[in-house]
């Protein structure tokens, strides 16, 4: 925070009101009045919200969106991918019990794991659990949201025009056919994909 604080003074960003900290509690009642923003940025955070507080902190992220306004949430590891690539990297460890998922992690990163406590792998913020596309949502679901993911170049879109690795690249046309699958459903093409880069505009009164 006071880096960013530093980095608004030096690059002269005068329309910057504030740059505010807030505890993990108090994200859970936002000291603004609904609809105070006509936009909202959540990146790389709601995989570290605590499961606990989740529901609550993200319902803020919609109360004090304004109507017409949008919501972005990006670089969001997606729980139901199954290679888990955001902090332990390795398949499928955000399914399994917190202990089977922690020997798992010992044994098989032990450079990085062997000397974590469980306690410190199973804290709230490390993330490896990551986060479904319902964490993303509020309370009341996609009532009242326009998925504008792909129409603002996120999503599928993005995932296929950032393909740099040979790895990725191969797999394109699997991953088309699960996008395709999807759409056809209904379901938003995120859902396939290894991070959520989601965007929705809130409906006007």
Do not use: M
């Not at 936009?39 to 605590?50: F, N, S, T, Y």
């Not at 798992?104 to 410190?120: H, I, K, S």
């Not at 056919?177 to 379901?187: E, F, S, Y």
Request: one cysteine or more; aromatic letters at 12%.
């Amino acid at each position: 925070v006071a880096l960013t604080r530093a980095k608004v003074e030096e690059l002269g960003f005068a329309r910057v009101r504030e740059v505010a900290h807030f505890s993990n509690d108090a994200t859970r009642r936002l000291p603004w009045p609904d609809g105070a923003f006509d936009v909202v940025l959540a990146i790389g955070v709601v995989e570290h919200l605590p499961l606990r507080t989740r529901r609550a902190q993200v319902d803020e992220y919609y109360r004090v969106l304004a109507p017409g306004g949008h919501i972005a949430i990006f670089d969001t590891p997606n729980r139901w991918f199954p290679l888990e690539t955001h902090s332990v990297g390795l398949p499928l460890i955000q399914w399994l019990p917190a202990p089977i998922a922690y020997r798992y992690a010992r044994a098989l990163r032990p450079r990085a794991f062997r000397d974590v406590p469980y306690a410190e792998f199973t804290a709230d913020g490390t993330g490896w659990r990551n986060a479904t596309f319902a964490d993303c949502l509020p309370s009341s679901g996609r009532a009242g949201l326009e998925d504008v993911t792909e129409e603002a170049g996120y999503g599928w879109r993005f995932f296929r025009d950032s393909a740099r690795s040979r790895t990725r690249r191969a797999l394109l046309p699997l991953f088309a056919a699960g996008v395709l699958l999807l759409r056809a459903t209904g379901l938003p093409p995120s859902l396939c994909l290894p991070y959520l880069n989601l965007v929705f505009r809130k409906a006007a009164h």
